[in-house]
T-cell receptor
Framework: SQKIEQNSEALNIQEGKTATLTCNYTNYSPAYLQWYRQDPGRGPVFLLLIRENEKEKRKERLKVTFDTTLKQSLFHITASQPADSATYLCVGGAGNKLTFGGGTRVLVKP | GAVVSQHPSRVICKSGTSVKIECRSLDFQATTMFWYRQFPKKSLMLMATSNEGSKATYEQGVEKDKFLINHASLTLSTLTVTSAHPEDSSFYIC?????????????FGQGTRLTVV
């Protein structure tokens, strides 16, 4: 079955450093990948969408890549801040169907 | 970005009663809305896909008679948990996408924390 795997459950990082999160997909080829931020007790908030024909996308301090050879997306938060602490979800999309990764909990320490 | 409003954000109900959760797309039309359930420290689990003007499509293992979905307009879908039991206690989240084709981002509601006592 198609899977989206985020390979670390938790990531602790020092303020100011770059956080890099990994998302791998297996058994299918998503047409696009989305990244969301979710805070405890809240719904996911959309951050970025990258399509399979795009290599890289940026939005402010966020950067996401899509490598169809490695079947992987990397999500970077540069100059991280304590306010970036949250769970980040990688979501693969094909048509209307979304497949969710388990999420990576990021903690940015001052 | 587009806004999806979900109401209520929290509800406590007695076992055996029914609870309705609303999901509205505030500034766009959504022909399709999705309902998810999320357990603590787990990712979202799709329950059903709600199509405007037609019956919802339920995922395997989700009881359609227990989780009633109505999508009466392009901006409103409702999930009714019927005869709720404590095991139905969970975080329920809806999402919607703009009716402008596929491969577009989904926007999520704030979620509803349901506690059945």
């Amino acid at each position: 079955s198609q899977k989206i795997e985020q390979n670390s459950e938790a990531l602790n990082i020092q303020e100011g450093k770059t956080a890099t999160l990994t998302c791998n997909y297996t058994n299918y080829s998503p047409a696009y990948l989305q990244w969301y931020r979710q805070d405890p007790g809240r719904g996911p908030v959309f951050l970025l969408l990258i399509r399979e024909n795009e290599k890289e996308k940026r939005k402010e301090r966020l950067k996401v890549t899509f490598d169809t050879t490695l079947k992987q997306s990397l999500f970077h938060i540069t100059a991280s801040q304590p306010a970036d602490s949250a769970t980040y979800l990688c979501v693969g999309g094909a048509g209307n169907k979304l497949t969710f990764g388990g999420g990576t909990r990021v903690l940015v320490k001052p | 970005g587009a806004v999806v409003s979900q109401h209520p954000s929290r509800v406590i109900c007695k076992s055996g009663t029914s609870v309705k959760i609303e999901c509205r797309s505030l500034d766009f039309q959504a022909t399709t809305m999705f309902w998810y359930r999320q357990f603590p420290k787990k990712s979202l689990m799709l329950m059903a896909t709600s199509n405007e003007g037609s019956k919802a499509t339920y995922e395997q293992g989700v009881e359609k008679d227990k989780f009633l979905i109505n999508h009466a307009s392009l901006t409103l879908s409702t999930l009714t948990v019927t005869s709720a039991h404590p095991e139905d206690s969970s975080f329920y989240i809806c999402s919607a996408r703009e009716a402008r084709g596929e491969n577009t981002e989904a926007f999520f509601g704030q979620g509803t924390r349901l506690t059945v006592v």
